[in-house]
């Protein structure tokens, strides 16, 4: 596995990545990078450390835990010196794709926690992220949609998921507590509807959740 210290020297040409389950159908996976193993048995709904891999191109290649019969996908990635990526494994397992995301990538405002919201259910409609009185937050967010990063006042907040234009609150997700001088990606995974249900994950994006 590659050396997962997050205090790599920056001289070197090392980019940080980190891995997210969000297929809702599909089993505990084996990921590899060029064929090497980097990430052992992902359940669904969990994800791994930025690990610190060398800058290049690199076939990511996913596999059903604990086999390499054939891989359920293969995609190019390429990891530049000092990006922070976070790639998400996303769809249904009939059509499961990767998806790279960007971390870190809006000026940080002093003071003020950044936040932003990527829709991962494979079935929801567009949705819109509210405050529990009905301030809009991030509007109209369809599946594979990314909203930009915004600065909040740092504190803890409850946040609603709403089918887009309506009062129809299909998820409400407590104590989201934002941190100053931090970033965060509120994922929305799950089916709407079935099992494994509709849910949030809030995760802290960059340096600040390598230390």
Do not use: W
């Not at 010196?81 to 976070?86: R, Y």
């Not at 998921?161 to 129809?168: D, K, L, M, P």
């Not at 931090?182 to 959740?209: H, M, Q, W």
């Amino acid at each position: 596995m590659y050396n997962n210290s997050m205090y790599a020297q920056r001289d070197m040409s090392i980019g940080y990545v980190r891995v997210i389950h969000t297929v809702p159908d599909a089993p505990n996976v084996d990921i590899y990078a060029n064929d090497k193993l980097i990430v052992n048995n992902l359940a669904y709904g969990d994800y791994t450390d930025y690990l610190s891999i060398p800058e290049g191109m690199y076939k990511i290649s996913i596999y059903v835990a604990g086999t390499m019969d054939s891989a359920v996908l293969s995609n190019m990635l390429a990891v530049n010196k000092n990006s922070i990526l976070t790639v998400a494994a996303v769809g249904t397992l009939s059509d499961i794709e990767l998806l790279a995301i960007t971390d870190v990538n809006e000026t940080r405002k002093p003071g003020k926690a950044m936040i932003r919201f990527l829709h991962l259910s494979p079935n929801a409609p567009a949705v819109d992220i509210t405050l529990p009185n009905g301030t809009v937050i991030f509007s109209n967010v369809s599946f594979k949609h990314i909203t930009p990063y915004i600065d909040v006042a740092p504190m803890n907040y409850t946040l609603q998921v709403r089918v887009a234009g309506t009062s129809n609150v299909v998820l409400t997700v407590p104590d989201v507590n934002l941190v100053a001088d931090k970033y965060y990606t509120v994922y929305a995974i799950g089916f709407a509807g079935r099992e494994p249900e509709l849910e949030a994950l809030l995760l802290l994006d960059g340096e600040n959740s390598m230390k």
